[in-house]
């Protein structure tokens, strides 16, 4: 069957069924689902959805998950550059192995580098006596959200950078290097603009995910109300509770939040392609 | 100026000065040891450290082994599901021109943004006993939160990208003049999938696969909502890891971990290895 007002003429067949089998499986898998999200909010009068996503205690979340998703972007930013920058220039024992570990967090069931970061910052752990000794809590307070989520973020920012890098002409350096530029000005002028739409998209993407997270940190973040509890875990804790309004309305708030750094990983990542 | 003066100048502006470059490999690969090598190593040394005696009896436990099962179930269905759902895709997107392509895609991508969290919740939500298809699917004895449908709807939904997302752009790569010559020269078109299409993309499915599987196995946010934590009945292996974690049978705990972790080293190991002889995948920005 031809839909001619959706579809150019072509002469290879099968548009009609696998379209049609596309847009059931979106249709039950996610926009039906999804959109049980609004219809279950609508029951809710306005005031009392405005009361569930505005009490102290939520807020202090939205302020944990949203502040701490952030300074794990921020941290991978920095750090996934260098990463990215030493995997495309320079070469050192291990790189293969080193390039292939980026991928780590992304392969690693999240439940498991919980319970591995847990154990390693635990005050009786690898790095977490040391660090106690020097007066560092890292397990169990918020700093330990921050490390769960650099891990889970860091290969974003790594794996939008590098193909940029690589793709960077290294004639431009050569000529702005003769013209009498010093390193530094050439990495500043040069180099920066060209990588920074790409370094900004993995950050944004890395603080998506962070966002999201919830295996990863839940082992490591002690979940204290109001200190170190995240948007994800008060969510679960209301559906353990039966509240599932309550769960519903801060879940349509994170869905929010996530569309709008969707859209704008979508601007980046033309902004990015364009430069 | 010299000739030998003006390269050297040159060379420092070209690239950095040695302390430079070994400041910034030591920064880069110190973080990578300290943030992915040491939670790495910290699963195995967990795991054996009371010998190998006890991490031999953590896996063969009836309790470790069901959650082994339920994982295999969970994802040798949601893995083919998403397979056919991804072929199907990117057979419609990469092969015609149609308005609301960018649309699709973004539709699509959704499952990623969304915290695992909520992909569970939106299944309670849906099928629950306090809503009214939950209800009367309660009336019918079927059940689907709290048990293995729930599990893999969930599976579903949080892998529901990754084979698609890999073929699109490869399909869109080699374009339609292979698949319409076939055509033209009288194939029919699943001759001229199967004979044509599929061999062109095997290698970018595989590597779909590789990820799904990997994502599927691991999942541990969206399935932790919907399983109702059964244990024998609905614990995959990642809830499985936190049950005992959770009661502090840190060596059983570490050594379920430590499957999950091989699962992820593997599937690293054939990601580089299609990497490096195929060039796939490198192009997905």
């Given amino acids: 069957m031809r839909i001619p007002l959706l579809r150019q003429h072509s002469v290879l067949p099968g548009f009609g069924l696998a379209m049609g089998w596309t847009l059931f499986c979106l249709a039950v898998v996610v926009l039906i689902p999804l959109s049980g999200l609004f219809f279950k909010t609508a029951t809710m009068t306005g005031e009392a959805f405005w009361q569930t996503i505005s009490s102290p205690r939520v807020i202090n979340a939205y302020k944990i998950s949203f502040g701490i998703a952030f300074a794990a972007a921020l941290i991978n930013a920095f750090f996934g550059l260098i990463v990215a920058w030493i995997l495309v220039r320079y070469t050192f024992p291990f790189k293969r192995i080193v390039d292939a570990a980026v991928d780590l967090p992304f392969a690693l069931p999240t439940a498991v580098a919980g319970i591995a970061l847990a154990t390693l910052y635990a005050p009786q752990g690898w790095l977490g006596k040391p660090l106690a000794e020097l007066g560092i809590k890292v397990a169990f307070t918020p700093l330990g959200i921050l490390l769960a989520l650099v891990f889970v973020g860091l290969p974003f920012v790594v794996r939008t950078v590098q193909p940029i890098l690589e793709d960077l002409e290294k004639d431009v350096e050569e000529v702005a290097a003769s013209l009498g530029a010093s390193r530094r000005q050439i990495f500043c002028r040069v180099l920066l603009p060209q990588i920074f739409p790409a370094l900004l998209t993995g950050f944004a993407m890395s603080f998506a995910r962070a966002l999201g997270e919830y295996g990863s940190v839940i082992f490591i973040a002690g979940n204290l109300p109001n200190v170190s509890e995240i948007i994800p875990l008060l969510i679960t804790i209301k559906l353990e509770q039966y509240d599932y309004t309550g769960a519903t309305a801060l879940a349509v708030v994170m869905l929010l939040a996530s569309f709008v750094l969707l859209l704008l990983i979508n601007i980046l990542q033309k902004w990015s392609s364009r430069q | ?285």
């Fill in chain 2, 1 to 285: 100026m010299s000739n030998a003066e003006s390269s050297s100048v040159k060379s420092t502006a070209v690239q950095e000065p040695w302390w430079m470059r070994v400041l910034l490999i030591a920064v880069g690969v110190g973080f990578l040891l300290v943030l992915i090598g040491l939670p790495l190593s910290a699963v195995f040394v967990e795991a054996l450290h009371k010998g190998i005696k006890p991490y031999w009896q953590s896996l063969l436990h009836p309790d470790a082994l069901a959650a082994v099962r339920l994982t295999l179930i969970v994802a040798a269905i949601a893995v083919p599901f998403n397979v056919l759902f991804g072929l199907a895709a990117s057979w419609a997107i990469a092969k015609f021109e149609f308005s609301g392509k960018q649309f699709l895609l973004t539709l699509i991508d959704l499952p990623f943004a969304v915290s695992p969290v909520i992909s569970g919740l939106v299944y309670i939500l849906l099928f629950g006993a306090h809503a009214a298809l939950g209800r009367w699917l309660v009336d019918n004895d079927i059940q689907i939160v709290f048990a293995v449908p729930g599990l893999v709807l969930a599976t579903i939904f949080i892998t529901f990208p990754f084979v698609a997302r890999e073929l699109i752009p490869l399909m869109q790569e080699q374009g339609t003049e292979e698949e319409e010559a076939a055509i033209l020269l009288g194939a029919n078109g699943w001759q001229t999938f199967r004979r044509v299409t599929l061999p062109n993309i095997k290698w970018g499915l595989l590597y779909g696969v590789l990820l799904c599987n990997a994502r599927a196995m691991g999942e541990f946010g969206a399935v932790s909502v919907v399983s109702g934590h059964i244990r024998g009945e609905t614990n995959t292996l990642p809830l499985h890891v936190e049950i005992l974690y959770n009661e502090y049978n840190f060596v059983a705990a570490f050594a379920v971990a430590s499957l999950l972790t091989i699962l992820a080293l593997i599937t690293l190991l054939l990601k580089s290895f299609m990497e490096m002889k195929f060039a796939t995948g490198k192009k997905r920005h």
